[in-house]
């Protein structure tokens, strides 16, 4: 194990129960590792830029040229989608699920631009933690 550096961190007593609770579910035997690990991850995430998830879109295929103009987009943005799901919720009602890899800014560039469409009842994007 490499030099460990000791350093005091303050907690918001709600905080503290939420975390030790977050602990207790990841299987951490103690808050330094729970901790260390956040950090990682929260550093290499800003360091890279990236993201990882799952665009949900719910429409309505009556409304506007939803299928056409996504098409078009998913053309635009095939660097950052990885595939694509299609089902059918009720006669009217569609539900697209994208998984999405790539740089937050042409992520969410991507999701305005869905949620912009005509039809688009719902747009979320879901990260992958």
């Known amino acids: ?57 719910i429409y309505d295929h009556r409304i506007g040229h939803y299928s056409k103009n996504v098409s078009n987009l998913q053309h635009d943005y095939h660097c950052q989608i990885l595939s694509s799901m299609h089902t059918y919720l009720d006669h009217h009602t569609c539900l697209e699920l994208i998984v999405v890899k790539g740089r937050i800014d042409r992520i969410k560039k991507l999701l305005e631009k869905i949620k912009k469409t005509d039809g688009v009842k719902e747009a979320e994007l879901i990260l992958e933690r």
């Open 1 to 57: 194990m490499d030099k460990v550096v000791r350093t005091g961190i303050s907690f918001e007593p709600k905080l503290l129960k939420l975390f030790d609770k977050f602990i207790k579910e990841k299987g951490y035997t103690n808050r330094s590792e729970a901790i260390n690990d956040i950090i990682r991850e929260r550093l290499f995430h800003r360091h890279e830029n990236q993201l990882i998830g799952t665009i949900k879109v």
